[in-house]
């Protein structure tokens, strides 16, 4: 049954012309080979809701590969395909569109990735995770700006529900559970009664799910505004605890995951500081049973263990009366995340004040004196040089030398042989 709602008018208000333009070549090209094709998914959710979002998922009832080699534009986009997958990608530099073939899936078993064969678009529909992102707008000149909405997806998006198709869907894929709490938070919806009860029905087809996979929505999740929002919403769920049953969603969570977003404004916090806050009061091995699970990178797994070293080592940190230098020393090894998670989580004032200390001023401390100025005052290349420059950084860390005259004359004193230089 095909909905007549016109959706023409949303996608030239919202959609840049040139995309427009795009999408109308084509619908044109696919209806003069018998095909149709159709906008589907997120973006036709996201033009009903007048959300931006500029990256187009298509689908062809026919060979989407064939027709994204008859659109590219060497000159204007680049284009990728994965004859595997029946998929092809245009990207331009501000947006990107994905071709699909429609499809059919089924699900050998649960969490198992599904085996696909093409379809009509009514059955690349009923694969789909949720009502709202299981629309679609043909794109043929004859019915263009159609919208099929074979799952009542507009009438939830109205009601603001999360509604799954079937009731099989979360044990099918049970990444589905923590992408229905994405969406949930995101926008401000409620999972539909029916789709709660079953989410948490099948809680546990979680265990059926790849480490690798659970970290792609973990990734998606903290791309979103507040992340700390679906991991309330997770432990309240029962998600979190599959995950890791020490892992909490709340507490002072949203707090420090604000700052951190305070902390690296203008762009998101890197998902390192993310879960260095959602991890600081797990143990060793529990973050280590983590990353070896969610396969997490060595750009995301070493900030990690570096914030885990330098919260065991904030002991070193608690002498209230401390040098500058000595700061500097313990912290000058350890990487910006580790520095931002320690300073918002410990609870520890003094370590808080010397890690600030060192964030705003110390890490930035150089002396003006070079190892070139140093053998043009006369002293022999060697380890001296090293030596007195060390000194030179010690004694501007310490406020002993403020100038580039007093370091001259620091150094002159030390050649003269006063007894030894600052420490
Ligand atoms: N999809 C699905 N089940 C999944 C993943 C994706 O049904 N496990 C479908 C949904 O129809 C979704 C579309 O594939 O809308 C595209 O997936 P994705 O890019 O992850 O979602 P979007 O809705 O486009 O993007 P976002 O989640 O960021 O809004």
Known sequence: MV??????????????????????????????QGQNLYLVGGVVRDLLLAKANFDLDL??????????????????????????FGTAKLQ????????????SETYPQPGALPRVKPGSIESDLFRRDFTINAMAVHLNPTHYGELVDLYDGKDDLEHKLIRILHEKSFSDDATRIWRGLRYEQRLDFH?????????????????????????????CIFKEELPEKVLRRAEELGALARLQPSLRGDGGLAEKFREARQSSAPDLPPIALYLSLWFYHLNSAEI????????????????????????????????????????YWLLHGFSPVALTANWLASEAPIPRQHLQLFRDKLRYVKSALTGDDLL?????????????????HEASLDGKVASKQGEIDLVKGCLKGSPSPPT
Request: with cysteine.
């Open 191 to 219: 999972l539909e009664a029916a789709t709660l009860k079953l989410l948490k029905r099948d809680i546990s087809m979680l265990a059926t799910i790849s480490g690798d996979r659970i970290r792609c929505e973990l990734e």
């Open 288 to 327: 280590e049973g983590l990353v070896y699970y969610l396969r997490l990178p060595k750009r995301v797994a070493q900030p990690l263990s570096d914030t885990i070293k330098l919260k065991a080592g904030l002991d070193s940190l608690a002498d209230p009366g401390l040098k500058p230098s000595r700061i």
């Open 376 to 392: 043009k005052m006369g002293i022999p290349p060697g380890p001296k040089i090293k030596e007195i420059l060390h000194h030179l």
């Open 92 to 103: 331009w530099d501000r947006w990107s569109v994905d071709l699909t073939t429609a499809r």
């Open 3 to 32: 909905n007549k709602i016109k959706l023409s008018g949303q996608i030239k208000q919202q959609l840049p012309a040139e995309l427009v333009n795009f999408m109308q070549a084509a619908g044109k090209i696919a209806a003069s």
């Open 59 to 84: 689908v062809l009832e026919g060979n989407a590969i064939n027709l994204a080699k008859q659109l590219h534009q060497p000159e204007a986009m680049k284009l990728t395909t994965h004859p595997h």
